[in-house]
């Protein structure tokens, strides 16, 4: 069993909606949270972070974390198409331990 | 500007042929990773280093060498590269290290071909 899950995609949303993306671990001892942002051969970079359980709102990116059910989600509201990218996510407890990535497409 | 710099950024060379891939960070973190990236296996640790002269293996360390004399460099040695070392490579580094959770920042990454 993979540590950390995603759906590999491909997420088609239009173009407005809100896109939904989720990532589910098993290791409940971790800590941190990260959603990351990578077009198709470039290096990733970070969109947002969270640590505790909750909401938390950074412009259109709202993440989402629940860790007695293990899983967090990034919410992007009013999607735009620049949003179309791969989306990583990480979690930490002392190792750092990626997802696969789902691969995210925003229709005009 | 705060930046991780790797070079080359594409480098197409023969097995077994020796390479580094340097890579280059000007924020002073403690932390520096390399991964590996490779399609539908998504990203991939190969070696890390809490501080200098402190560097552990990752998930994928065979065939690679790091070092890390200097706070500032972390070059990723191919001693003998084969071609399934073939791969996207980014250099990431960050304050206090994965245990602290701090985001990491990542170099636009090394695109190598070994043929």
């Given amino acids: 069993q993979k540590e950390v899950e995603q759906n590999s995609g491909p997420l088609s949303v239009p173009e407005g909606a809100i ?3 989720n990532c589910t671990y098993s290791d409940r001892g971790s800590q ?8 198709s051969g470039k290096s990733p970079e970070l969109i947002m972070f969270i640590y505790s359980n909750g909401d938390k709102e ?6 989402q974390l629940n860790k007695a059910s293990q899983y967090v989600s990034l919410l992007i509201r ?5 949003d179309s990218a791969t989306y990583l996510c990480a979690l930490s407890n002392y190792q750092l331990i990626w997802g696969a990535g789902t691969k995210l497409i925003i229709k005009p | 500007e705060a930046q991780v710099t790797q070079n080359p950024r594409y480098l197409i060379t023969v097995t077994g042929k020796k390479l580094t891939v340097t890579c280059s960070q000007n924020m002073n973190h403690e932390y520096m990773s390399w991964y590996r990236q490779d399609p539908g296996l998504g990203l991939r640790q190969i070696y890390y280093s809490m501080n200098v002269e ?3 293996k990752g998930d994928v360390p065979e065939g690679y060498k790091v070092s890390r004399k200097e706070k500032r460099n972390f070059p990723l040695i191919l001693e ?8 996207l490579y980014f250099c990431a ?3 206090q290290g994965q245990a602290g959770g ?8 090394t695109r190598l071909s070994i043929l």
Avoid: C, E, I, M
């Avoid at chain 2, 003998?80 to 791969?87: G, M, R, V, W, Y």
């Fill in chain 2, 80 to 87: 003998s590269p084969s071609p399934n070392q073939t791969s």
């Fill in chain 2, 102 to 109: 701090q985001p990491q920042h990542f170099g636009d990454g």
């Fill in chain 2, 93 to 95: 580094s960050s304050f």
């Fill in chain 2, 54 to 56: 402190v560097t552990d």
């Fill in chain 1, 58 to 63: 950074d412009g259109r990116f709202t993440a």
């Fill in chain 1, 19 to 21: 896109a939904s993306l």
């Fill in chain 1, 78 to 82: 009013d999607s735009q198409p620049s």
């Fill in chain 1, 32 to 39: 941190s949270f990260f959603w990351y942002r990578q077009y």
